[in-house]
């Protein structure tokens, strides 16, 4: 009896522990969305402020505005997108796998749950003058306004405008490839994959048309080539095999570098691991190999000697040179501004020449690599280095108008004092400079594996295969800015799992 007695009570115990526990989880999963969904009341913008304007929406600028305490600024972001790019997993939504709305962050979202108002305007930004500190901007929607060109004044000016595909000047490349940048890269690279094979099925196609049409071409051979190329295989395995299977054998996929080898920022060993990995998945790497020209339907390669590749898809994933808007800003300080290709800054990121501009992400030239992770960062530092400006200026406020107020002599002495007080005070105030600290690279290879190069303890630990894929999946669903990405990004996975893409 005791022996059953004390069965029960264990029973009953585990039961309310269970029931309790998905309550609590089910509560703080509601809470937490309808916070997101339902964020408070913000302060208006305040003349007496400083005007902070922020170009872009990518990711420093995302960044920055995350960190950014708002109240010691009127905010404004300017960006033809109005929405934060999650780019690591574009290749993920280029071939299925996950939807466009999953990896896309509204920057009101953002701006929303910030203390003070953010003016968020969707606009391209035509011109900087960073002599008179304006900022010219153009509406780009078909419904253009009467006027759609503005003109607005700031005090600070955060550049992160990112770069545009680099074509090296390869005919060809703008009119006939796909990139990989943007959402729309990869929803057009989509329609003219699942195009390429409608119209390999179609009745009466050639063998050796088959063959061009699926034959798939990746230029490039860093990180998002790589994945491109291992999301494409996924697809045409787990997939095309399944519902196109008389297909299936005419598939091929390559792969083109110029360098002598792929991910040349990774390990030699993860570098051999995935070149060992694409053989087994059948995708040939042509490493050391330069693109001439590329045609509707061939692409032009030359190593030892040129040839011909026909293909019914090249996607470039080949690397990023300035915008126009960017050269424009650096030939108006071209004493400083002497790289052409990209905006110099300082330790404190801030622009040559151009104190008052701060430049963070692709659009810069520096010793980092121009990935998601540094440009993250830096918009985080900047968010820092803000809150110490605005700090550093309302003391330097105080103390000008300390300086130009009139009284007698008897309050003299008090008011030198105070002076002396704001001055030590500002004295205090030390910008450090930025420092990236470097977490690591991932990149996914296909066939449910990635690779990973990891500092720990001050050694970089490298590692291949299925349990790394399971950590990239991991370390990306963490990254992602909201509980809404998150979930969305989780659920087609699971989706493309049981249901396929």
């Not at 939807?99 to 509204?106: D, E, M």
């Not at 253009?144 to 060109?149: A, S």
């Not at 860093?222 to 299977?245: N, Q, R, V």
Request: net charge neutral; aromatic share 10%; charged share 20%.
């Amino acid at each position: 009896n005791k022996w059953r007695g004390f069965l029960q009570t264990l029973g009953r115990v585990t039961l309310v522990t269970l029931v309790g526990g998905k309550l609590v989880s089910a509560g703080t999963f509601w809470y937490i969305t309808y916070k997101e969904r339902n964020p408070g009341p913000q302060l208006p913008f305040d003349p007496s402020k400083k005007t902070l304007v922020i170009l872009g929406s990518g990711w420093g600028a995302t960044s920055l505005l995350k960190g950014l305490d708002t109240t010691d600024y009127n905010t404004i972001v300017i960006s033809p997108k109005n929405f934060f790019l999650f780019t690591p997993l574009l290749p993920s939504v280029a071939v299925g796998t996950l939807g466009a709305r999953s990896i896309l962050q509204p920057t009101r979202y953002v701006a929303r749950h910030k203390a003070r108002q953010v003016s968020v305007i969707e606009a391209e930004a035509t011109n900087v003058d960073a002599v008179n500190k304006t900022v010219t901007f153009t509406d780009t929607s078909p419904l253009r306004p009467l006027e759609p060109t503005r003109t607005i004044p700031y005090d600070y000016l955060v550049y992160a405008v990112g770069a545009e595909t680099q074509t090296f000047g390869i005919p060809g490349v703008k009119e006939r490839a796909c990139f990989m940048k943007e959402i729309g890269d990869a929803e057009q690279m989509q329609a003219r994959f699942l195009d390429c094979i409608e119209t390999a099925a179609f009745p009466g196609t050639s063998e050796e048309e088959k063959r061009r049409l699926l034959h798939m071409v990746v230029v490039g051979g860093g990180p998002t080539g790589i994945e491109m190329a291992g999301e494409l295989h996924d697809f045409l395995e787990e997939d095309l095999k399944s519902w196109y299977p008389e297909l299936h054998p005419y598939v091929r996929i390559t792969l083109v570098e110029a360098l002598p080898s792929v991910l040349p920022s990774f390990s030699k060993e993860l570098i051999a691991y995935t070149e060992r990995t694409f053989k087994e998945s059948k995708i040939d790497i042509l490493t050391g190999t330069m693109v001439r020209f590329v045609h509707m339907v061939v692409v032009s390669v030359a190593n030892i000697e040129e040839h011909d590749l026909a293909c019914g898809l090249v996607v470039w994933a080949a690397g990023n040179k300035a915008r126009d808007i960017s050269r424009n800003l650096m030939a108006q300080l071209s004493e400083h501004q002497t790289n052409k290709r990209g905006i110099l800054v300082d330790d404190h990121l801030r622009m040559l020449g151009a104190p008052s501009i701060f430049a963070v992400g692709d659009c810069t030239a520096t010793s980092y690599a121009p990935t998601a992770q540094v440009a993250s960062q830096q918009g985080a530092y900047l968010a820092r280095l803000f809150k110490l400006i605005a700090k550093r200026d309302e003391l330097a406020r105080k103390l000008e108008e300390l300086s130009n107020a009139n009284g007698g002599k008897d309050l003299e002495a008090q008011r030198n004092q105070e002076a002396e007080s704001l001055a030590k005070q500002i004295e205090k105030i030390k910008l450090k400079p930025f420092h990236y600290s470097h977490q690591g690279s991932l990149a996914y290879i296909g066939s449910d594996k990635a690779i990973a190069e990891l500092p720990i303890f001050g050694r970089e630990w490298t590692s291949g295969g299925v349990a790394t894929f399971l950590f990239w999946r991991s370390a990306y669903i963490s990254t992602l800015f909201s509980l809404r990405n998150r979930a969305l990004v989780a659920g087609d996975w699971m989706r493309t799992k049981f249901f396929g893409r």
